[in-house]
């Protein structure tokens, strides 16, 4: 844990210690990317540009990706340009054909463009929302993301693997967070960066001063701010009515009376995919399939298993409960799915879509709960616990008021509670600029871009500012504009943000990866062909 003796003033502060922030640290250290093209990107259009500038702290981001749209290739159409562009480059096909290529982005010690910075957060470890987990749900799921989309810089998952003793992971493997939260946590010092991270370290009354911020919590002062606490730290809470039962006892261990969950997403089919085999289940749940469908819809069942599994049985629910026909056959479904086997549901789970809790009477340890249907019916269960997870949101709160208002801007929108935020809520401002604010950056899932493998463009490009402003002084506007295509993103802006980022959910990789020969087989034509290697500077 890195001691911050008041005063102290640097040039940047970090608030979050998420892999977004550990990225950004470890640029700042004076680990420098470049783009190495002694491994080409299959891209032959990408290559011929990145070859005459390989320094990805000097980059057009427009330039450089204005072919991806009309590209054979397969480029994400939802994250922000400069992400897309770090990821492919990070991890060239990796949607395809993982594995297939080697990474063309090297990084390069360059002690004398550090930048002296400290990095806050409130964890006790590294990792922020994966070294935290508010609800009781199991840190043995798999994530949504593969493995070969988890890797830092410096020290990468196979790197961690292979330092633990441990073999190295199958194509298209889903690790769990336990796995991912103790990578993160001896990430920074196996690569050297640990000097500069404070945990179990709240930042709060930031505020501007008139040669930067004051981080008033720390009596710390700095010329940069960069905002890397993400859209994950807080729970939607539930409405004052319900609290007593959040207050009950703990009967996790227990198989009766059921265990109440309220939610629709993946936090709630996490809490179910982690109960015991035989405790009962009560799920109450939003179905509007048509308008407002539950993001585990588009998990596909044989690369999701679990969460396709816990969707199945709100649909079968759901068209129980309003008496519709089944279309498909569930025993067909549950002899394909595995999960199906891991509990006997039909007697352990009750989907109750579109419900809604009119009162509670606690008993002692349990409660009885008064519920009324959707189509008015009213009906009384008992329960011995309450999760309610029906979203989850980030804060700003360590922001004074005007410096919130500098951030979001009017307009905007934000929740309900005052400094929390979503995904959305500064979207529409890093479409067009990451410094959301006069040296104010934000990376990682305050963009929108939710997933680890689109955190590394937003750190390249708040890096790329803070050395500029360290050389000239200041950044005027026009240096700090990094110009971001929007167009692409307006269309699938919904389904983007509904499923946090895992457009790919539905899709099985395995299959996809095959379709692509063709085109691998065209980009081998001019990998082979040499043409390239005469004309790269020596970097």
Request: hydrophobic share 35%.
């Amino acid at each position: 844990m890195a001691l911050l003796p008041p005063p102290t003033t640097v040039d940047s502060v970090i608030i979050g210690n998420g892999p977004s922030a550990l990225i950004l640290s470890y640029i700042l250290h004076g680990y420098i990317p470049y783009y190495n093209a002694s491994n080409p990107h299959p891209d032959p259009i990408l290559h011929g540009k990145l070859v005459r500038s390989p320094c990805l702290l000097d980059i057009d981001v427009p330039s450089l990706t204005e072919h991806f749209q009309a590209s054979r290739l397969s480029y994400s159409t939802q994250a922000l340009p400069i992400n897309v562009l770090l990821d492919t480059l990070i991890r060239p096909l990796a949607d395809t054909e993982p594995g297939a290529f080697r990474t063309c982005v090297e990084w390069r010690y360059e002690p004398e463009r550090a930048v002296e910075h400290v990095v806050l957060g409130n964890t006790a470890n590294a990792g922020g929302q994966w070294a935290d987990n508010p609800v009781a749900a199991s840190w043995d799921i798999g994530t949504l993301s593969y493995a070969e989309m988890l890797s830092l810089p410096g020290y990468s998952l196979p790197d961690h693997y292979r330092a633990s003793g441990r073999a190295q992971p199958a194509e298209f493997y889903r690790p769990t967070r336990r796995e991912i939260a103790t990578y993160l946590a001896v990430y920074p010092e196996a690569v050297g960066i640990s000097d500069s991270l404070s945990f179990r370290s709240e930042a709060k009354g930031i505020t501007r001063t008139e040669n930067g911020f004051l981080i008033a919590s720390h009596n710390l002062h700095c010329k940069h701010l960069i905002l890397a606490s993400g859209i994950f730290s807080h729970l939607l809470p539930a409405r004052p009515q319900l609290e007593p039962l959040l207050r009950l006892p703990d009967h996790s261990t227990e198989c009766t009376p059921p265990l109440l969950v309220v939610g629709s997403g993946f936090t709630a089919a996490d809490i179910i995919i982690s109960a015991l085999p035989n405790r009962r289940i009560i799920h109450i749940y939003k179905w509007n399939p048509d308008d407002h469908p539950s993001p585990l819809r588009a998990c596909h069942a044989d690369a999701y298993p679990d969460y396709a599994g816990v969707y199945r049985r709100m649909k079968l629910s759901a068209m129980k409960y309003f008496g519709q026909d089944c279309i498909f056959s569930p025993l067909r479904k549950r002899k394909s799915n595995p999960f199906f086997h891991s509990r006997d549901w039909d007697q352990s789970y009750e989907g109750l879509p579109n419900t809604y809790i009119k009162d509670i009477s606690v008993r002692g340890d349990y409660a009885s709960v008064t519920l009324q249907g959707a189509d008015g019916r009213v009906f009384e269960r008992e329960i011995a616990n309450l999760e309610y997870v029906i979203g989850r949101r980030g804060s700003l709160e360590y922001l004074d008021i005007n410096l919130q208002n500098e951030v979001l801007s009017a307009g905007l929108p934000t929740s309900d509670k005052a400094g929390t935020i979503s995904g959305q809520s500064l979207r529409f401002k890093v479409e067009r600029d990451l410094q959301v604010a006069p040296n104010v950056f934000v990376i990682g899932s305050l963009t929108g871009d939710s997933l680890v493998r689109f955190a590394f463009g937003g750190c390249v490009f708040a890096a790329q500012k803070i050395l500029l402003g360290r050389l000239t002084g200041t950044l005027s506007p026009e240096s700090m504009r990094m110009s971001h295509s929007s167009d692409a993103l307006d269309d699938q802006t919904n389904r983007y943000r509904l499923t946090n980022g895992h457009t790919d959910l539905g899709i099985s990789r395995k299959a996809r990866s095959a379709s692509k020969d063709i085109e691998l087989l065209k980009s081998d034509i001019w990998r082979n062909s040499g043409w390239w290697s005469g004309t790269c500077p020596a970097l």
